[in-house]
């Protein structure tokens, strides 16, 4: 089976714009969530979706939003670009609902706002 | 809310020997998920180990083991026989079904020594 991807693997966009993040899941698997990786802030969860409903959502500001489509694929959308939003992003997949559960990661997408 | 702390930035060992890596949690739950990752460089995070709080028993995978103490909060992770593709950061995660949120620790640099 093919693993987790993630398009683009590397994106440089400047203060104010917006960027679309996307991922594919594991075949099969429906929870698709997300993570910031920085080296200031470390890995925090942003959210996660399953079967096309956000269940959990992290602690970041509402520019951060995301969604999943029917065939589990789901993109990630931040507004109004910030210097701190500079990051790896990265995305994990599950066959089931609950991060209780193993999360299978991709190889991320380095965002660097300038 | 939780808090996951790692107090071993980095640590080495000798290819073939032992090591245990330290993780500490706070929470007031009593049902929770408790999880060690692996991230290689410039390679995927994977799954190393997961331990459901309700279990006493210490979960263990091949040469992967965890030292549980949940009225201590602390669950280590203990790498025997370790080998040069063990070299990578480790980080500890927590989960609650409460709290809906994930957790990772700021994670250990292990540099195994040939």
């Given amino acids: 089976k093919a693993g987790v991807t993630q398009t683009p693997r590397y994106l440089i966009k400047t203060r104010g714009q ?19 990786q920085t080296p200031g802030q470390g890995l925090q969860f942003l959210f996660e979706y399953f079967s096309e409903t956000q269940r959990n959502k992290g602690n970041f500001p509402g520019r951060f939003s995301g969604r999943q489509f029917s065939n589990s694929r789901s993109e990630m959308n931040v507004s109004t670009l910030e210097l701190g939003d500079s990051a790896l992003y990265l995305c994990a997949s599950g066959p089931l609902a609950g991060l209780n559960n193993e999360q299978f990661f991709g190889p991320g997408t380095r965002l660097t706002v300038l | 809310a939780q808090t996951v702390t790692q107090s071993q ?6 290819e073939a020997e032992t090591v245990t890596l330290s993780c500490t949690y706070d929470t007031s739950e009593s049902n929770y998920y408790l999880f060690w990752y692996k991230q290689p460089p410039s390679r995927q995070m994977i799954l190393v180990i997961r331990q459901e709080a309700y279990k006493q028993q210490n979960a263990t995978e091949n040469r992967f083991s965890v030292n549980f103490q949940k009225a201590a909060k602390s669950f280590s992770l203990k790498i025997s026989d370790s ?24 994670g250990t640099s292990l540099t195994v020594i040939p």
């Fill in chain 1, 18 to 36: 917006q960027v679309t993040l996307s991922c594919s899941p594991i075949s099969g698997h429906r929870s698709v969530s997300w993570y910031q």
């Fill in chain 2, 83 to 106: 080998q040069l593709g063990d070299t990578a950061m480790y980080f500890c995660a927590f989960y609650s079904n409460t709290g809906n949120q994930f957790y990772f620790g700021t």
């Fill in chain 2, 9 to 14: 930035p980095e640590m080495s060992v000798q």
